[in-house]
Nanobody, 117 residues
């Protein structure tokens, strides 16, 4: 059974950091592009980051996405967190990186990130 499990969320103060993990079971992550999305209550899903099949890591602004194929896991390092980063974060597999949720096939259940003092 193909499964993605996100972890690493929690409550953090503004300016803090979190590292989210996206662990796969039942399939090999390195065959896929992996996207991270987030969704806050009442809002549409928003693309956060994506790593292609050929990349080992990618940094964009405050967030760095990386993959460890040996652990079949993709990470999202989030630094300098802001209250507006509060959302549920999801990872998903796709054939290539895209900002559109419809381009992704398998999704995890998400992990909650709350940035608050």
């Amino acid at each position: 059974q193909l499964k993605l499990v996100e972890s690493g969320g929690g409550l953090v103060q503004p300016g803090g950091s979190l590292r989210l993990s996206c662990a796969a079971s039942g399939f090999t992550l390195d065959y896929y592009a992996i996207g991270w999305f987030r969704q806050a209550p009442g809002k549409e899903p928003e693309g956060v980051s994506c790593i292609s099949r050929s990349d080992s890591d990618s940094m964009k602004g405050r967030f760095t996405i990386s993959r460890d194929n040996a652990k079949n896991t993709v990470y999202l390092q989030m630094n300098s967190l802001k209250p507006e980063d509060t959302a549920r974060y999801f990872c998903a597999t796709g054939a290539y990186c895209s900002a559109f949720v419809g381009e992704y096939d398998h999704w995890g259940q998400g992990t909650q990130v709350t940035v608050s003092s």
